[in-house]
């Protein structure tokens, strides 16, 4: 079945530079992706979200970025401290039901 | 706002046995959302409710796992009997309709051994 995929399982940077998180989707009718951030015995955590009507949307820190040609979708973290350390997972809504379907994560760890 | 509550927050069972986690979603939200997240993957939607009524139940493992919602406010999900492979985190969300996105609690991590 379709799903929601990343590139890779873990990305450590050092602290201050900017790291780049991939996600992948198959499912074209997908119209809004999430990025979630999860820390050690927590539930994921809202991080930034975008509409597929979009290709950028920048927060607090973080951009993500939505090439839809290509299915493919970036999380942009700058200037990366300590507690950006986390498993990043991007979700795809399908059906207009608010279901969400995860993809497996990334594991970002932060070098001081 | 006060999160999405979960407990308890850790169980530990034998195979066989039984076990209930209970959900207090964002008061208001009318979605109530069930996942199970194994170690190292991504959560993965066991069942959805819209106030009481279920809205897809297509990955709840029926033979064993039950959920409800009988108020359209709490939440439980029983698993009975528990197998090894349930062993995992049992995550609860709610979602309001003005908005995407979903609030998680912290979870209950279910160990069966």
């Known amino acids: 079945g379709e799903s929601v995929g990343l590139h890779l399982p873990t990305l450590s940077v050092q602290e201050g530079d900017n790291s780049i998180i991939n996600c992948a989707y198959s499912?074209?009718?997908?119209?809004?992706f999430i990025w979630y951030k999860q820390e050690s015995g927590k539930g994921p955590q809202f991080i930034i979200d975008?509409?597929?009507?979009?290709d950028k949307r920048q927060g607090q820190r973080v951009t993500v970025l939505l090439n839809k040609t290509v299915k493919h979708l970036s999380l942009q973290i700058a200037a990366t401290q300590p507690g950006d350390s986390a498993v990043y997972f991007c979700?795809?809504?399908?059906?207009?039901?608010?279901?969400?379907?995860f993809g497996q994560g990334t594991r970002l760890t932060i070098n001081p | 706002e006060a999160g999405v509550a979960q407990s308890p927050r850790y169980k530990i069972i034998e195979k066989r046995q039984s076990v209930a986690f209970w959900c207090n979603p964002i008061?208001?939200?009318?979605?109530l959302y069930w996942y199970q997240q194994i170690l190292g993957q991504g959560p993965k939607l066991l069942i959805q409710?819209?106030?009481?009524?279920?809205?897809?139940d297509s990955q709840l493992p029926k033979d064993r796992f039950s959920a409800e919602r009988l108020k359209g406010v709490d939440s439980t999900l029983k698993i009975q009997p528990a197998k090894l492979e349930d062993s995992a985190v049992y995550l609860c969300?709610?979602?309001?309709?003005?908005?995407?996105?979903?609030?998680f609690g912290s979870g209950t991590r279910l160990t069966v051994v």
């Open positions: 499912n074209s009718a997908s119209d809004y």
């Open positions: 008061s208001g939200h009318a979605t």
């Open positions: 969300a709610s979602s309001s309709p003005s908005a995407y996105g979903y609030t």
């Open positions: 409710f819209q106030n009481n009524g279920v809205v897809d």
């Open positions: 975008i509409r597929s009507n979009m």
């Open positions: 979700a795809e809504t399908q059906g207009g039901a608010q279901k969400l379907v």
